[in-house]
Nanobody, 115 residues
Framework: QVQLVESGGGLVQPGGSLRLSCAASRSIFIIYYMAWYRQAPGKQRDLVAIINRGGRANYTDSVKGRFTISRDNAKNTVDLQMNSLKPEDTAVYYC?????????WGQGTQVTVSS
């Protein structure tokens, strides 16, 4: 069973930056998409950013120009660089790998943006 392990969450002031990382516990032969989702208290889990095997990325409108997703296919890792953070970015962030047999999810990492 593959596990995804996230790291890099924490408390940051508005306008600050954080970098989230996600790594698989073992090598995965094919990963179609790598993505980051987030879930704020009382809300559904929403897609934040997604990147395909070729490196093409898409973002939800609220993070465009502030967040950057990147992946390393050889290492099976995905990162999310988050700049100019806002209080409304506060949520638990989950990484997701879409593979031929389904989806893998991380356990989530808390990001809190507050002064």
């Amino acid at each position: 069973q593959v596990q995804l392990v996230e790291s890099g969450g924490g408390l940051v002031q508005p306008g600050g930056s954080l970098r989230l990382s996600c790594a698989a516990s073992r090598s995965i032969f094919i990963i179609y998409y790598m993505a980051w989702y987030r879930q704020a208290p009382g809300k559904q889990r929403d897609l934040v950013a997604i990147i395909n095997r070729g490196g093409r990325a898409n973002y939800t409108d609220s993070v465009k120009g502030r967040f950057t997703i990147s992946r390393d296919n050889a290492k099976n890792t995905v990162d999310l660089q988050m700049n100019s953070l806002k209080p409304e970015d506060t949520a638990v962030y989950y990484c997701n790998f879409r593979v031929p047999t389904g989806n893998y999810w991380g356990q989530g990492t808390q990001v809190t943006v507050s002064s």
